[in-house]
């Protein structure tokens, strides 16, 4: 390829191959584009056990450098020549590899086209990697379907790329008339020569362009006829002879590999699907290399999507924040303790941890020394390291033998036993998002009692349609998600991953909503005084006016009432049944910040600006006046049980009040920010509040702790909500994005 140069990245700490085009290649016009081009496919393309990663492509001198995982076992041809391809075993470990890998590569829509044993890496330990993607290519014709210059003798020759033609020893007769007109059946007859190779030590014809008829010689002839059926078929003139595609062939290896050992290849199915999350964080670190941040932190919020507890993705994410978007630095540092409690020690999160804490360090030393500068550090981008394929082997081959022993016990109605493995499997890959395990617990669930969280996991992240998620409520008759942008506008999204937004219709500039018990009727205000009371799912609307601006507003448990607080202090309640309506005066309590009813009963309690509870009796009569909090109300929530509520504000507590003696039980310190938004789970267990630092936390309420830390990672939290199901919830960001969590109990059997 040029020149090949092995490094040791001092910042990720682990040895790349640094690869430059031939000088012939850069000599062609649009030959570096070309390069560039091919090289950002071959990134793109991902992580997998059985290709030697791409990491990234950088320009130094206006020469395209590739930064490429490291192999250090040598390459096919060397095994050949050793000698160490003579075990049949090893031949077709290292086959079905390939398979696997060239399985990988043409489902991302690339034919490799220079199949050759140089291009087929393996580590000391007999894993294979499959390299040169098409990089050391050279365009030597102008137009697709030309023949392209000729080559120089020392560019000649069976075992020498040759422009689009691949390497002509190993090409297939169609690549060798068009290059540009074959498909991936081409690749299976360039490795077919490379089995030919491996197996009997020589290639099956001696000119590609016009072969004669493959046969076996005396001693070949001893081959397994299962082996030599391979053979055969891997190197038909004709592609439709040949196989149709690498699956295919894979599983004639493992039939081989039956028939000489009687046992399947070890390497015969490989679950690869877990390291979606590790190939969009390489290919986030590759964005940053090159400059480009914002695909970048794109990429870094899918990785997290797939997996959410992946250290490497985290600590990007939260670098991504220091390093270019100016975060401030105890406000990461609050993250990254959100992160930790949910991971597993992890050396690079530390170190973050540490670089951040030396920088507020630092900017608190330059404070105090005025004449001295000190130079800010950042720490490098982290790569997940490429992993083997015994490694992925094992992990795959336990968690399907878990998933098929949980649906085992399942069917069998072993609630319980099901329970408890699905629990051990779900703990030991971390509680990250696993579609079988989600659907086996959501089966369970109502089957049992629930008790204490074992775990939260986040399922999706609804896009953002505006900035600011407010007010959002999940609207169990349409299974939509109601949530409010900043400007006012009220959308719907459709529960779940692929969420369809779409207008609710034109309103005024809502600020609040409320929705009764039943789901039925939808409530909307906005400033100028204006009520519309929707019909759910008819979309009937009627309409009502106060005097000043709607600040909050809720139904009553009999669903025949709608209570209105204003910035004037009034609260005033429609009655549905017969229309008449009645105003009570909040006396010297400010503007209404917040109102709930009860369960049962028609009393309800009001939060206000100068942070006073009001609490009300059912014909509108002030019960009592209690001083709660040193800065405004921001929400109050009740109890499903009808017995308590909290009480949340700007002054970054919580409280929990005796809905009957209006006496404060606890007070709890929960966030370093203005606390948004909280509310209280089904069970009557735990608080879920949300801030303005972005963090989500779950406090269990008998001992006043705080059990679960999320990251919302947005820019703050403003709305919280329960979702369709008690260990559902959504919480709305400032930056108008809606994140769907899952809680993890602890299921009991009787």
Known sequence: MGRVYIAWHLGWNIPVAIKAPKPEVLAVPEGIKRVLTEADSWVRMGMHPNIATCFYVLNIDSIPYLFIEYVNGGDLQEWIKSGRCRDQR?????????????????????????????????????????????????????????????????????EVTAGFRGTLGYASPEQLRDAHRIDRRSDIFSFGICLWLMFCGRKPYANNAAPATAV?????????????????????????????????????????????????????QINFSDIQAENLNNRAVSCLELGRKREAAGLLNRALDNNDTLPEAIYNFILLKWKEQGAKPDYLLRQLEAAKQRLPSSAIIDALQQAIKC????????????????????PEYALCPPRNSVEIFRDGQALLASRKNIQYLFNENRQAECFQALLKAWAGIGFRRDKVFIDIYEKLYPQATPAGI??????????????????????????????????GRVTLRSYGRRAKITALGKFHAIRNTALNRDGTMLGLSGRNGIIDIISLP???????????????????????????????????????????????????????????????????????????????????????????????????AAAANGLSFISAAADRIIKVWDRQNGQCRDTIQAHDDRINAAFITEDNKYIISGCDDDLIKIWEIKESCCKYIMDGRGDGIRSLCPGPRPYIFLAGRNDGAIVIWMMIYELCYV
């Not at 050391?136 to 020759?157: F, M, N, W, Y």
């Not at 030393?365 to 004449?371: S, V």
């Not at 942070?611 to 909090?629: M, Y």
């Open 90 to 158: 090893t031949n077709l470990s290292l086959a079905v590899q390939f398979c696997h890998g060239m399985e990988f590569t043409h489902s991302k829509g690339i034919i490799h086209r220079d199949i050759k044993p140089q291009n087929i890496l393996l580590t000391k330990n007999a894993l294979l990697k499959i390299t040169d993607f098409g990089i050391i290519q050279i365009r030597t014709a102008s137009r697709p379907g030309e023949t392209g210059a000729a080559l120089s003798p020392d560019q000649t020759g069976p």
């Open 216 to 268: 076996f010689s005396a001693s070949e002839s001893k081959l397994h006829p299962s082996l030599k059926r391979i053979l055969l078929k891997a190197v038909a003139v004709e592609p439709a002879a040949r196989y149709q595609n690498f699956s295919l062939l894979r599983q004639d290896l493992n039939q081989a590999h039956i028939d000489l050992f009687k046992v399947g290849c070890p390497y015969m």
């Open 359 to 378: 920088d507020i360090l630092g900017r608190a030393w330059q404070q105090n020394n005025a004449e001295q500068t000190a130079k800010k550090f950042f």
């Open 454 to 487: 074992k775990g939260v996991i986040r399922i999706a992240t609804i896009p953002a349609q505006e900035a600011t998620a407010r007010g959002i409520l999940y609207l169990p008759g349409p299974g939509k998600v109601l949530s409010l942008s900043k400007s």
């Open 538 to 636: 008819d979309g009937d609307k009627r309409q009502y006016k106060i005097q000043g601006q709607v600040t909050a507003l809720a139904f009553s448990p009999d669903n025949q009432r709608l209570s209105v607080g204003s910035d004037t202090g009034l609260i005033q309640t429609f009655k549905f049944s017969g229309g008449s309506t009645r105003q009570t005066e909040a006396a010297q309590a400010g503007p209404i910040r917040s109102l709930i009813y009860f369960n049962k009963g028609l009393d309800f309690v009001t939060g206000s600006e100068n942070g006073t509870l009001h609490f009300w009796d059912q014909d509108g009569g002030c019960i009592r006046t209690t001083p709660a909090h040193a800065m405004p109300i921001t929400t109050l």
